[in-house]
């Protein structure tokens, strides 16, 4: 089991820049894949970015946002740049047990989410 807790979300404007965190609970943190999706209002949620249980490998639907993870602190860091209001929309981390790079870029590939954290970039 795995639980999953996101911060750092808030209001910025266009062009300013976010550090979205995610803590981790449990022993097994580092085996895990992780990744960011969002979600806006009156849309489907979508990939982000993820990063492999190592951090060795990272996936990113947009280049303006970066990954990184601390395993030795369970945490997981989505680094957002040059934000647009069309970037509004909840940012929501989640855990991956699988092993294959193309689960990375589905909902149905993780296993466990946290409950999100608010981003407003206005104009």
């Known amino acids: 089991q795995v639980q999953l807790v996101e911060s750092g979300g808030g209001l910025v404007q266009a062009g300013g820049s976010l550090r979205l965190s995610c803590a981790a609970s449990g022993r097994t943190f580092s085996r895990y894949a992780m990744g960011w999706f969002r979600q806006a209002p009156g849309k489907e949620r979508e990939f982000v970015a993820a990063?492999?249980?190592?951090?060795g490998s990272t996936y990113y639907a947009d280049g303006r946002f970066t990954m990184s993870r601390n395993n030795a602190k369970n945490k997981v860091y989505l680094q957002m740049n040059n934000l647009k209001p069309e970037d509004t929309a909840v940012y929501y981390c989640a855990a991956s047990a699988s092993g294959y790079y193309s689960e990375y870029l589905k909902i149905s590939g993780y296993n466990y989410w946290g409950q999100g954290t608010q981003v407003t970039v206005s104009s």
């Open positions: 990063i492999s249980s190592s951090g």
